[in-house]
């Protein structure tokens, strides 16, 4: 139990002291989780001061026992919309596929689905079977120990080091990070923290990395630091230094496309005489945005900073050359048809 994290700790906690059947103090509560008796005070100090009713009940010699009051726990009442809205949410669990956090959240909803009663039941199942949610989901099955760790590490405050595949490296490379928390981007999970090999903030993928050793050096967690204001400058979740003021225009079937979604908090739309629709948004990194400005094609044109056309046009020079190489002509139709298009 020593390497959970304590969120699933204090989970497990209160499923064990919500047996009546058993009697348990600090103590055997440690043993039974493999932590200090402080740990197991820290946790039960933590669920009071959050208003879980733990009853503490003093016998002889002062000997102390902790119960969950179940009598106390206000009856759960939902609308249907309201069943309905929480279970499409369940659909957001797919994130942590192979986690012992997943596992939870399943057992959750299920016991969330027991208190609808049959009828109810039913009718959140008839309802949620015409509704089609695409995932593709990394599986951390086999990494649900890093998870764990990094979980740890986060919510205990100490460095870890991890073991690290990136996608420009031959080989893994290990770095020791101060975690400050997760992100969620497209069913897939980053470690946001500071890099002491780097000295700066940096994020990882999950998926790439290879495994974790967390240590019992602490560190201090900046007081101004907020994970959603350090991607505020990411269109998604690759971050840097620069400030750029970014506007494409997009023409045809592409302009309904985007002025349907809000792509980033920045994103401001200017309709045009002649039909087109000018973005402008404020990013610290072109990357990401130079990928999805080129899914468009011809319709998406990018109009500043300079940089970003020149690096789209490098783009569509490498991949004209690719297409024009004699690896990739099979027929003579192809060749034809490339030249027509040249």
Known sequence: MADRSSIGRIL??????????KTWDVESLASHFGVSDKTVRRDLKELKDNGIPITETIGPRNHRTYSLNRGQLPPLRLT???????????????????????????????????LL????????????????????????????????????????????????????????????????????HRESLYVVGHSCHHNEM?????????????TTFPF???????????????????????????????????????????????????????????????????????????SFGVKAEVLMPQELRIEIVQELVQMIALYASEKNRHDSSSISSFNTLA
């Open 202 to 214: 940096r994020t990882w993928k999950i998926d790439r990395i290879q495994s974790t050793e967390l």
């Open 220 to 294: 201090q967690r900046p007081h101004d630091f907020n994970i959603s204001a350090f991607f505020e400058g990411a269109f998604s979740v690759v971050t840097g230094a620069k400030q750029e003021n970014i506007r494409v225009r997009f023409t045809g079937n592409a302009v309904q496309y985007v002025c349907e979604k809000q792509f980033h908090a920045s994103q401001k739309s200017h309709m045009q005489s002649d039909g087109s629709v000018i973005l402008e948004f404020q990013l610290n990194s072109l990357l990401e945005v130079k990928a999805w400005i080129l």
């Open 80 to 114: 249907f919309d309201e069943a309905f809205a929480i279970f499409l949410g369940k659909a957001s669990l797919t994130a942590f596929n192979g986690t012992g956090i997943h596992e939870a959240g399943l057992t959750g909803f299920e016991k969330l689905r027991l």
């Open 117 to 184: 009663g049959d009828t109810e039941a039913r009718y959140v199942d008839k309802l949620s079977s015409r509704i089609h949610v695409t995932s593709q989901a990394s599986n951390f099955e086999d990494r649900s120990d890093i998870v764990d760790s990094l979980l740890i590490a986060i919510e205990d405050n100490r460095a870890i080091f991890i073991e690290y595949q990136s996608s420009r490296s031959t080989e893994p490379l290990t770095y020791d990070i101060f975690p400050y928390g997760l992100a969620e």
């Open 12 to 21: 497990s906690l209160l499923r064990v002291i919500g047996d009546s059947t």
